[in-house]
Structures are given as C-alpha cells and as structure tokens.
C-alpha cells in the first residue's frame, strides 16, 4: 500500500465536521418503543479518525445513522459543518448526503451490472461529474485495485469489493465519511489494510472519518475512541491502544 499524497480535500473552516447535541431518538410506540439515543452529545473533530464503540444496542448505528442525515431524530440536534440538518426537507437530505457525505457499509453495497471503475464513480455519476482523474489514480492505486477495475462486483473478492466501497466513499472528497462496521466481512489481512487507508486518509489528507465498530483493533486504529451505553455517549479515548480499549470496556 502507498502513501496517500497531494491532499485533494479543502480544509474545513471549523474544527467540528459534525457534531449531535442532545439527541433523541426512539423506534417504535407504547409498550414496544425502544429509545434507541438517549440525550447523546457528540462532537467530530475534522481530519480525525473517529471510532464509536459500544455493547449490542448502545445506539451507536443510530447516532451514526442520524450524524449522516439518514435518520431523523426525536429531539435534539444534528450538524453537519455550518449545515442543521433538521431545517432541511427529505429532498434536501438527499443532496447534502451525495454532495458532503460518503459512506462504507459492511454489506458493500455495489451495484451489480457496473464495473468496479464504474461503481467507484457512481457518486459523481448520479450528480453529473466525473471524477479527479489524479484522485481516482490514487485511490485506486493506493487500494491496489489497479487490475480489477474492469470487473462486476462477481468477479471481486470480499476484500476487493470492500476497497471498492471505500474509494466511492472518497472519490467525491466528502466533508465527512461514515464507515459501519467496515471490516466485518474481511479477513484478517484485508481488514487491516482497509483501516490502515483510513487512518491515512485521516492524517495525510485531513479527511474526516466516523467508523462504528466493535472490534478494539479496529478501534485502535482511529485518534478517538466514542463509547456508547444505553443512547447516551459514556465517555472517550484519545489515541487508544487496543489493551485501553479492552480496559474500558470492561468498566
């Protein structure tokens, strides 16, 4: 894996990229509602790796989902950049999540009939755009994908339609990427090299990364550690160590 170079991502005038105040938000009514945050507060620090952990229903999906604009909340507050995401319509959403936002999801999430070229491409397709071709390059090679571009997502192995996913996430110089549980369906090895990208996506380029995860090796790769319990975040860890990181979860 190469070092990333040439950073293509403006510096943000604040040093919060993101940043939830307060929020609630439930599933559900009456005797079956789960209130899945809790009053949580957040703030992101831009060009950081940040890593939310959390037990099995902490609400750390949710907060992520809702720093994304994917989901509304109950009460509270959510922004991105200068940007309230509650003053904003459905349609509005949508725009700020493919012009500002990328996204990593465990699933992939590819497109089928596209190539891998074309699947990395998808976001500024659907906007008009073409990508940087000096960017596309690097992320690309960086990713060592350089001999798969021309395949459907058929033809790739779990780990290079994960590498896959990541570069569309960054192909667009997103003010903000979001990563759920982004090495789950990964071998050792390739985990590994995914969070190593991101990590120097973080620190090379200034890129702003929120990755949920369970994983404390995954985790010890970010700058800061979040730790969830029940909606509410319960305190955090500045660069963690994975014996930190199993410490804390012990508490």
Known sequence: MTTLTTPPIPTLSRTIAARAVDVVKTYGRGDTAVRALDGAS??????????????????????MHV?????DV?????HVGHTDLSRLGEKARTLLRRQRIGFVFQAFNLVPAL??????ALPLTL????PDPAWMDQLVDTLGLRDRLDHRPSGLSGGQQQRVAAARALVTCPEVVFADEPTGNLDTRHGRALLGFLR????????????????????????????????RVAGDLVDPT??????????
């Open 242 to 251: 994975v014996a930190a990181v199993l410490d804390r979860m012990g508490e």
């Open 74 to 78: 109950d009460s509270g507050s959510v």
């Open 127 to 130: 906007a008009g755009g073409r």
């Open 115 to 120: 190539t891998a070229a074309e699947n990395i």
């Open 200 to 231: 120097e996506a973080a620190r090379d380029l200034g890129q702003t990364i929120v990755m949920v995860t369970h994983d404390p090796a995954a985790a010890a790769y970010a700058d800061r550690v979040v730790f969830l319990i029940d909606g």
């Open 67 to 71: 720093l994304a604009g994917l989901d």
């Open 42 to 63: 957040l703030e992101v620090e831009a060009g950081r790796l940040t890593a939310i952990m959390g037990p099995s229903g902490s609400g750390k999906s949710t907060l």
